[in-house]
Structures are given as structure tokens and as C-alpha cells.
């Protein structure tokens, strides 16, 4: 069975930062594409960053540009997302998710597989 539990969420001010992380288990990442989404109350989930298998041209959401960082390591089965100069509006849940491909896409429905989330909530 696959499972992807996110952590490192909390509370933080805003300017502050955070590490997400992301532990897979049922399954090898290594040849699949990440994301990571968030989703805040009304609204819905959008794709923050993404990472190709190979770590190779990672995309990010135009709000989230030069302040988030995805990274992955495949040998130990996880995925990150670094968060700086964190605002109130990116106040959301975080979660995980694994492509269907090598690739990754934008499209929620590229991803089969999710974590439970974690909670991000920064303070002006």
C-alpha cells in the first residue's frame, strides 16, 4: 500500500520559513515525478512545485517563485519543499502527491497518490 506522510508544518510569522517533507512508503519514488499542492479554505488545490524523477527543471507557481525550493532524495524515499519569506497568503494545507509518470504536471489528476497534509499558517 502507498502512503506519503507530509511533516514540518506549523505556525510562523510572516518573513519566516519552514521545511516540508514528504516520507513515501509502498512505493519507490525514484521514477516518478512530485508535487506538492496546497489548498486553503474555499479554494482549490493547486500545484506549488513539482520535481521530475531526475530532479531536472523543476517548476514552480508563479506566487511561490524564488521563495520555495523543491528538492527530493531519492534514496531515502523522500521529497521537500523549503519555504522562505513565507506570507499570509500562503497560508493553506500542504500536501504530497506522486505523478503517474517520470514527469510531472500541473493537473491534480496527473497525481494518483496523496498524503494527508500539513498544515501551514503564517501570521502577518
Known amino acids: 500500500q502507498v502512503q506519503l506522510v507530509e511533516s514540518g508544518g506549523g505556525l510562523v510569522q510572516a518573513g519566516g520559513s519552514l521545511r516540508l517533507s514528504c516520507a513515501a512508503s509502498?512505493?519507490?519514488?525514484?521514477?516518478?515525478?512530485m508535487g506538492w499542492f496546497r489548498q486553503a479554505p474555499g479554494k482549490e488545490r493547486d500545484l506549488v512545485a513539482s520535481?521530475?524523477?531526475?530532479?531536472?527543471?523543476?517548476y514552480y507557481a508563479d506566487s511561490v517563485k524564488g521563495r520555495f525550493t523543491i528538492s527530493r532524495d531519492n534514496a531515502k524515499n523522500m521529497v521537500y519543499l523549503q519555504m522562505n519569506s513565507l506570507k499570509p497568503e500562503d497560508t493553506a494545507v500542504y500536501y504530497c502527491?506522486?505523478?503517474?509518470?517520470?514527469?510531472?504536471?500541473?493537473?491534480?489528476?496527473?497525481?494518483?497518490?496523496w498524503g494527508q497534509g500539513t498544515q501551514v499558517t503564517v501570521s502577518s
Open positions: 520535481i521530475s524523477w531526475t530532479s531536472s527543471n523543476p
Open positions: 509502498g512505493r519507490r519514488i525514484s521514477e516518478y515525478g
Open positions: 502527491a506522486i505523478s503517474r509518470r517520470p514527469t510531472a504536471t500541473t493537473m491534480t489528476s496527473g497525481y494518483n497518490y
